[in-house]
């Protein structure tokens, strides 16, 4: 083949390899316009066209869709409150959005702050056991409950002989808590060279005749002992005093006539508690 057929052979199948019908695809936001083929592209991408944000809606293209930043949200003067908040329940408010004229409706949330009414005891506390106690609020109902701590023990400070001294061994008197009875002090003691004869007396009158504490104590000291020797040798003996009231009312009865309440009256009249009367009519079958 000659040389210059050979050159137009070769310009012919470059022109046709280097043109060709582009399909193209139009340009949208963000990419220009492109061949589906050969992905050449002519020009510039469109940009985005925007609708501005809205009270609910962020700003979006109109073009594509694609949303960028946030809505707005209502603006809001003004609130009318629709109901009023609770401690224990929500209330609400309403206003118009001065951007888009919608009714805005909002929450208000429950105060929790409760009224109540003052504490109920429902427990008393002791020196043992804690108390409790409850309020409840006056708006809601709502019930509070409280331990009521345990209370300090008492000393009666009314020294009772636990053990007996005698005229050879020393005795043991404590104080108690009164309300639950719990030693609160403890101590040993002696008797002296008087109380220890003053004991021996006491012993001596009670063979013979019942007696009330008191009334003992005053038969002492008529005796001659000191009132201090005449409580500590009476209260060594560690004596039942319903049993003394009982053999009193016994003695008056088997001598004299008594009411009931006659009968009382006079076991008080010689010493007697009006428990340890009762007790000693009572023992009696009165």
Known sequence: MKKGCVFILLISILGLAGCHQHEWIEATCTEPKTCATCNETEGEPLGHEWIEATCDKPKICKRCGEESGKSLGHSV????????????????????????????????????????NDWEVTKEATCTEEGSQKRTCSVCGKTEEQKINKLDHVDDNEWVVTKPATETSSGVRETHCEMCGKTMQRETFELTTEEKNALKSAKNYLKFMAFSRSGLIEQLEFEGYSTEAAEKAVDSLNVDWNEQAAKSAKNYLDFMSFSRSGLIDQLMFEGYTYEQAEYGVTANGY
Do not use: L
Not at 81 to 92: H, I, Y
């Open 77 to 116: 003067k003004e609130y009318a409150v629709t109901k009023e908040a609770t401690c224990g329940e929500d209330g609400s408010k309403e206003g118009v959005c001065t951007r888009c004229g919608k009714t805005v409706k909002e929450t208000i949330k429950a105060t929790g702050e409760h009224s109540y």
